[in-house]
């Protein structure tokens, strides 16, 4: 039997799909990718269930093609700003007699940092060791059959408000979607395309949708930091319909054919007739103020990165630079602003699909584009998921139990 991986990346433009099958030898074959209008979701929360159901009943109509059984192994990207993360630390005592640590111990040290107080309203995303502890020794990435009297694991516990989550699983199900696991969405980008070089040198990522923005940070190979803005490239769209007066869809043709992030750039005389842009309108602009439109917004959303870096004390200190993807780094010329304003050595995401073990596929040659960064990295993790709960003996299906008994808990 075909076993299917459904990266579902819900964003409030576009859905974005990843659909891939494990093969015997391992691998992945990636089988299509799709991008969908959608509606009825904003910065990454539900505000109209009807319209995305809608949205979402082409994406999994097509999944259902495959087989069924695909619809019942969806990862599904969360991408709201109400994320909050914190560190936690598990102890346990070592179980064994000659104190040789067992994967028993290590389960009940992660479940120990698991054990803390949310408010009820609130689901854990996930639980991410950072690093194990034997007897005060740091930095131990595995400690199973060290010897040891005490085992602690440093853990990284990221949760998110429930009933937006209820919300954007209620849309899945109610096409008979099965979600096998959420997963927040900057962790699926670090997935697809970081390295292990930028993650143990240290590397700020940065995934500007259309909605919102979302970072991760990684220093000496461990997740330090997440985080979840809700503003977006859409932002952009909408000041240029303002400074411009034309409608906004016009906006958006302007931002992707004329834009730039530096106006400096751009020639002062060189202007744009905007009847070409919007039939309706007179007269000329420049694109140099185009630019200055793109260039403020943009810069807005690196101090918020900024920020959360000046706040883990790392702005201007990751020798790894900063990675850019989302739809919003297509602009022209936003390596070179990302540099100015963040202090730090950028570049635009590129995932290395060899390196994945994944075979090509007529679709394969999408994943090149940075909007669709996010699906490759839930495919990936889906793929991570199936691993780690046979290393475990873990049942797939238990995940998708914990999400149905916390969809009843919060369900009216």
Same mark, same amino acid.
């Given at each position: 039997m075909p076993r299917f991986i459904v990266g579902l990346d819900v964003g409030s433009s576009t859905i974005k799909t990843v659909i891939g099958e494990i093969r015997r030898d391992g691998g992945i074959t990636v089988l299509r990718v799709m991008k969908h209008p959608s509606q009825g979701i904003r910065k990454g929360v539900v505000?109209?269930?009807?319209?995305?159901?809608?949205? +979402?009943?082409? %994406?999994?109509?097509?999944? =259902?093609? *495959?087989?069924? !059984?695909a619809l019942a192994e969806i990862f599904l990207g969360i991408g709201s700003s109400d994320i909050k993360v914190q560190s936690s630390i598990g102890i346990v005592a070592v179980s064994r007699a000659?104190?040789?640590?067992?994967?028993?111990?290590? =389960?009940?040290?992660?479940?120990?940092?698991?054990?803390? /107080?949310?408010?009820?309203?609130? +689901?854990?995303?996930?639980?991410?060791?950072?690093?194990?502890?034997?007897?005060?020794?740091?930095?131990?990435?595995?400690? %199973?059959?060290?010897?040891? /009297?005490r085992l602690e694991v440093n853990s990284l516990i990221?949760?998110? *408000?429930?009933?937006?989550?209820?919300n954007l699983m209620k849309c899945v199900e109610m096409l008979g979607g099965e979600v096998r696991k959420l997963i927040l969405q900057p962790l699926a980008d670090a997935r697809a395309i970081?390295?292990?070089?930028?993650?143990e040198l240290g590397v700020v990522l940065v995934d500007i949708g259309y909605g919102k923005t979302s970072m991760c940070v990684y220093e000496?190979?461990?997740?330090?930091?997440?985080a979840v803005f809700p503003v977006g490239a859409s932002n952009i769209t909408n000041d240029l319909a303002i400074g411009l007066k034309i409608p906004v869809h016009f906006a958006e043709r302007v931002k992707l054919s004329y834009g730039s992030a530096i106006a400096k750039e751009i020639p002062a005389r060189e202007n744009i007739e905007l009847s070409k842009i919007d039939p309706g309108a007179k007269g000329h602009i420049t694109k140099r103020y185009i630019a200055e439109i793109i260039e403020a917004r943009l810069a807005e959303i690196f101090k918020f990165v900024n920020n959360e870096l000046g706040y883990l004390k790392k702005a201007g200190q990751l020798p790894? $630079?900063? %990675?850019?993807? $989302?739809? $919003?780094?297509?602009?022209?010329?936003?390596?070179?602003?990302?540099?100015?304003?963040?202090?730090?050595?950028?570049?635009?995401?590129?995932?290395?699909?060899?390196?994945?073990?994944?075979? /090509?596929?007529? !679709?394969?040659?999408?994943?090149?584009?940075?909007? +669709?960064?996010?699906?490759?990295?839930?495919?990936?993790?889906?793929?991570?998921?199936? $691993?780690?709960?046979?290393k475990f003996n873990i049942p797939l299906g238990g995940a998708t139990s914990l999400l149905k008994k916390a969809w009843k808990y919060f369900a009216p």
């Open positions: 505000h109209d269930i009807a319209e995305l159901t809608q949205s +979402l009943s082409p %994406v999994l109509a097509e999944v =259902k093609k *495959f087989s069924k !059984d000659d104190y040789e640590i067992n994967e028993d111990d290590v =389960k009940r040290a992660m479940q120990s940092a698991q054990a803390i /107080n949310i408010p009820a309203n609130r +689901l854990v995303l996930h639980s991410i060791v950072r690093e194990y502890i034997v007897d005060g020794v740091r930095d131990i990435r595995d400690p %199973v059959e060290m010897v040891g /009297n990221i949760d998110a *408000f429930a009933p937006n989550i209820k970081l390295t292990k070089s930028q993650r000496e190979g461990k997740i330090v930091h997440a790894g $630079g900063v %990675v850019l993807t $989302g739809g $919003g780094a297509k602009i022209p010329s936003i390596i070179e602003l990302a540099k100015q304003e963040l202090h730090l050595a950028a570049q635009i995401a590129n995932p290395d699909l060899a390196s994945y073990d994944i075979r /090509n596929s007529e !679709d394969a040659t999408m994943l090149d584009d940075p909007e +669709l960064t996010a699906g490759l990295g839930l495919l990936l993790m889906g793929y991570d998921s199936i $691993g780690e709960s046979k």
